[in-house]
């Protein structure tokens, strides 16, 4: 085993926090991304509690690694991600979209600290996270930047632009992350718009390719090392996941891309996530 | 050094700020031979990106490059740059008020050959309705340089709208740009015509024509947005009537957004411009704009229209 029990514990425990971080912001009664939330939880614990360097004291420091939802709609799981670390107050996330505050149904750069970049329009993030590499190299800034994307998400023709771009410029310290759960809002990736073989697209793009089981925390963690590895070239991780991860009545049902909870569905989230 | 074309212009001055300010960043989307961001490539060719035919992930690209602490400058032909990336702009750099430059080059009917596909005559509307945007139209080369340096000082997203070809210069020259406040050029007393880009030295020569007729003040109004809502108001309000006059479809532009201020004011206005239709080709830029009635006559004709009554 290349890491410690201890340490695949403590970011399995504090992803299960994040997925129950999101099952509160969303709450009773108010539709909420639950699905690709949960299905991408044990990623961005990885990245937020051990792999990224990052400080919530000061969210704008220059050589820090940075990490951009490109699925940009599963923001409650970044919000409970940065409550987690400290950026904010994790009491917050409870008043998740109400009428003027600083925690937006999608991500604000303007009004959350440590989020990067304003995304939701899907197909766009990867783009952002290439500029930003480009910047940090113009700088040599040595970290790197992490976009997770969505199956879904994939029929967007700017993210096969950007995966162009990020090959032709070598950008290395480009991390995709595909959420590989293979539901988008309307069903079945295969049923509604069939944008796989993923690996073979990725690979012909130029960008170095792994593929791992997305719940999986050594996995993980071994993936993210190997993409440090790798020089001259962008990786991208295909992380196969279950959408909806950890509720089981929300697992694999479409109803809960952006669904509502009733109070027992919300009870039984917690208990299951306890 | 003195440009006649708007192009020139802004290549090279940004070449000019690149040299002390390494913030700057220029993205071409394989027309920098074109937008003269070729200058930069060939003056500082780390910090110019060729993004290949692909506008939307160019813009987005810049909105990353920002948030490390560049400016970018993203170029393309004004109907790509600020229609095909509009989604880019409005939801990431717009809504971040991210430090993005885009410029958009061969605008209204500039690139006369290519015909509607290519003339921008919605690009000001389209820009100016998105909340954070500044937009700026320079009334000639002159303009352009000291728009640019206005820019890169101005902390936000902004919205270059130049033109293809060569004309003369109708600003001074060196003449320190401030984003938000128009020039008078002319004054007079019958008749404010507000206008913007080539359109302005045309407003110059149809006041000068009817100088024993009307009393005719012109208005360079560089700054779309944001519109100066107190100078449009103190520059119509001693005359009769207004007439807007601009190189861009009358929905929208220049003339919507002084109309939006001089509404509470109870001043006739008339429209110069593109009326609500596309472009079309011709052999030459003059042909074009003579065909889409963007002359000095029309100008000429529109004043006289709104003298009349008062005479």
């Not at chain 2, 997203?157 to 001074?172: A, K, S």
């Amino acid at each position: 085993m290349k890491y410690s029990k201890e340490l695949i514990d403590e970011l399995n425990q504090k992803a299960k926090k994040l997925r129950k971080d999101v099952v509160i912001s969303i709450g009773v009664g108010v539709a909420g991304h639950i699905g690709g939330s949960n299905s991408s939880a044990d990623i961005v614990s990885a990245l937020y509690f051990h792999k990224m360097k990052h400080d919530p004291k000061n969210p704008k420091m220059p050589d820090r690694d940075r990490f951009l939802l490109s699925k940009g709609h599963v923001a409650i799981l970044q919000y409970a991600a940065l409550a987690e670390s400290g950026y904010f107050p994790v009491e917050d996330l409870k008043k998740t979209k109400e009428i003027g505050f600083y925690l937006q149904g999608h991500p604000d750069v303007l009004k959350t600290p440590g989020i990067e970049a304003g995304t939701g329009s899907l197909g766009q993030g990867l783009s952002i996270g290439l500029g930003m590499a480009l910047g940090m190299k113009l700088d040599h800034i040595d970290r790197k930047v992490y976009v997770l994307v969505g199956d879904g998400e994939s029929a967007e023709g700017q993210i096969w632009e950007a995966a162009m771009a990020a090959s032709a410029f070598k950008a290395d310290n480009l991390v995709a992350i595909v959420d590989n759960n293979g539901l988008q809002a309307n069903g079945k990736v295969t049923d509604r718009f069939n944008s796989y073989p993923l690996i073979p697209k990725w690979e012909s793009f130029g960008w170095n390719v792994i593929e791992i089981d997305g719940h999986n925390m050594e996995e993980i963690l071994s993936a993210f090392d190997e993409a440090d590895m790798v020089k001259g070239k962008p990786t991208v991780i295909i992380a196969h996941t279950v959408k909806g991860k950890g509720v089981s009545f929300a697992e694999n049902v479409v109803g809960f891309h952006n669904g509502m909870l009733t109070e027992e569905n919300y009870a039984q989230a917690l208990k299951e996530l306890s | 050094m003195t440009y006649t074309n708007q192009r020139m212009a802004y290549g090279n001055t940004l070449v000019e700020l690149g040299k002390e300010d390494k913030r700057i960043v220029v993205l071409d989307a394989d027309l920098g031979g074109s937008t003269m961001g070729k200058l930069f490539e060939a003056a500082y060719p780390e910090r110019h990106f060729e993004m290949g035919i692909a506008e939307a992930n160019m813009t987005s690209v810049a909105a990353g490059l920002a948030q490390t602490g560049k400016i970018p400058f993203t170029n393309s032909f004004a109907v790509f740059a600020g229609g095909r990336a509009y989604d880019q702009i409005r939801q990431t750099i717009a809504i971040g008020k991210l430090n993005v430059k885009i410029c958009g080059s061969s605008s209204g009917m500039s690139d006369f050959g290519d015909g509607a596909t290519h003339q921008a005559i919605e690009d000001m509307a389209i820009m100016r309705a998105i909340p954070n945007m500044t937009v700026i139209c320079p009334a000639d080369a002159n303009e352009t340089v000291q728009a640019v340096k206005a820019m890169v000082e101005l902390d936000g997203p902004c919205y270059l709208r130049l033109n293809r070809n060569d004309y003369e210069n109708v600003t001074p020259e060196d003449k320190p740009f401030e984003i938000g406040i128009p020039s008078v050029l002319k004054e007079g007393s019958d008749i404010v015509v507000f206008a913007t880009g080539i359109m302005v030295g045309k407003a110059l020569e149809a006041a000068e024509e009817l100088k024993d007729k009307v009393s005719v003040k012109v208005v360079n109004v560089s700054t779309i947005k944001p519109m100066n809502k107190e100078a449009v108001i103190k520059q119509a309000k001693d005359c009769k009537a207004v007439v807007t006059v601009e190189e861009h479809s009358i929905v929208g532009g220049l003339g919507s957004a002084v109309s939006e201020v001089l509404c509470k004011e109870c001043k006739p206005i008339e429209f110069v411009g593109v009326e609500d239709t596309f472009g079309g080709s011709g052999h030459n830029y003059n042909d074009v704009l003579e065909y889409y009635k963007l002359t000095k006559e029309h100008i000429v004709e529109s004043i006289l229209k709104m003298v009349e009554p008062y005479k």
